[in-house]
């Protein structure tokens, strides 16, 4: 099993940043990709940013150019940084693994942009 635990959410007006994290732990050896992934209010989760093992990044078109992920191995800690944030922005941020077949999810973060 992997457990992720994401901080770092919280309340920023429109404009600012945010740097939200998620460490991982358990059975984190093969792990392939991780991630974040948001979900605003009555809508779908939608990918955000994902960085996989040979450091491949991919991004959403709404956060290019404005998010960038990066991963602390030591840590076992990857980052989502957010600047340049609009109130569309606002959901609840999971972060993501996967290791072969498996999926595994964070318990999620509240980011709240206000304008």
């Known amino acids: 099993q992997v457990q992720l635990v994401e901080s770092g959410g919280g309340l920023v007006q429109a404009g600012g940043s945010l740097r939200v994290s998620c460490a991982a732990s358990?059975?984190?050896?093969?792990?392939?990709?991780m991630g974040w992934y948001r979900q605003a209010p009555g809508k779908q989760r939608e990918l955000v940013a994902l960085?996989?093992?040979?450091?491949?990044?991919r991004y959403a078109d709404s956060v290019k150019g404005r998010f960038t992920i990066s991963r602390d191995n030591a840590k076992n800690t990857v980052y989502l940084q957010m600047n340049s944030l609009k109130p569309e922005d606002t959901a609840v941020y999971y972060c993501?693994?996967?290791?072969?077949?498996?999926?595994?999810w964070g318990q999620g973060t509240q980011v709240t942009v206000s304008s």
């Open positions: 993501y693994a996967a290791r072969s077949v498996f999926n595994f």
């Open positions: 358990g059975s984190i050896g093969s792990i392939n990709v």
């Open positions: 960085l996989s093992n040979d450091g491949i990044i």
